[in-house]
Nanobody
Framework: VQLVESGGGLVQPGGSLRLSCVAS??????YSWFRQAPGQEREGVAA???????TYPDSVKGRFTISRDNARNTLYLQMNSLKPEDTTMYYC?????????????????WGQGTQVTVS
């Protein structure tokens, strides 16, 4: 099982980025995106369950959109109106649970991360 993220980079404030995560080896029920800066707690920024239930924290609601392409086993995170405080590493995660939400402990599989810098 492998999760591979891509799409990070440097963008100006107010700009957009689209992250992708390809899952290989298994089709999971729930996917999510987390972010974590050095020395800070991991924060869930979006989750999508098997039935399509989507969860966002208030910090990104209205700016980030999570989606999945089950045929391609690919997860996406469209990030708009980016702010400098969005700068950090972003990780995709996967779970066999039907609904994982934004709790990191619900996810067993993690990607290696992709850096997003807003400056």
């Amino acid at each position: 099982v492998q999760l591979v993220e891509s799409g990070g980079g440097l963008v100006q404030p107010g700009g957009s980025l689209r992250l992708s995560c390809v899952a290989s080896g298994y089709t999971f029920n729930t996917y999510s995106w987390f972010r974590q800066a050095p020395g800070q707690e991991r924060e869930g920024v979006a989750a999508i369950g098997r039935s399509g239930i989507i969860t966002y924290p208030d910090s990104v609601k209205g700016r980030f959109t999570i989606s999945r392409d089950n045929a391609r086993n690919t997860l996406y995170l469209q990030m708009n109106s980016l702010k400098p405080e969005d700068t950090t590493m972003y990780y995709c995660a996967a779970s066999r649970l039907s609904v994982g939400g934004l709790r990191g402990a619900n996810y067993n599989y993690w990607g290696q991360g992709t850096q997003v810098t807003v400056s």
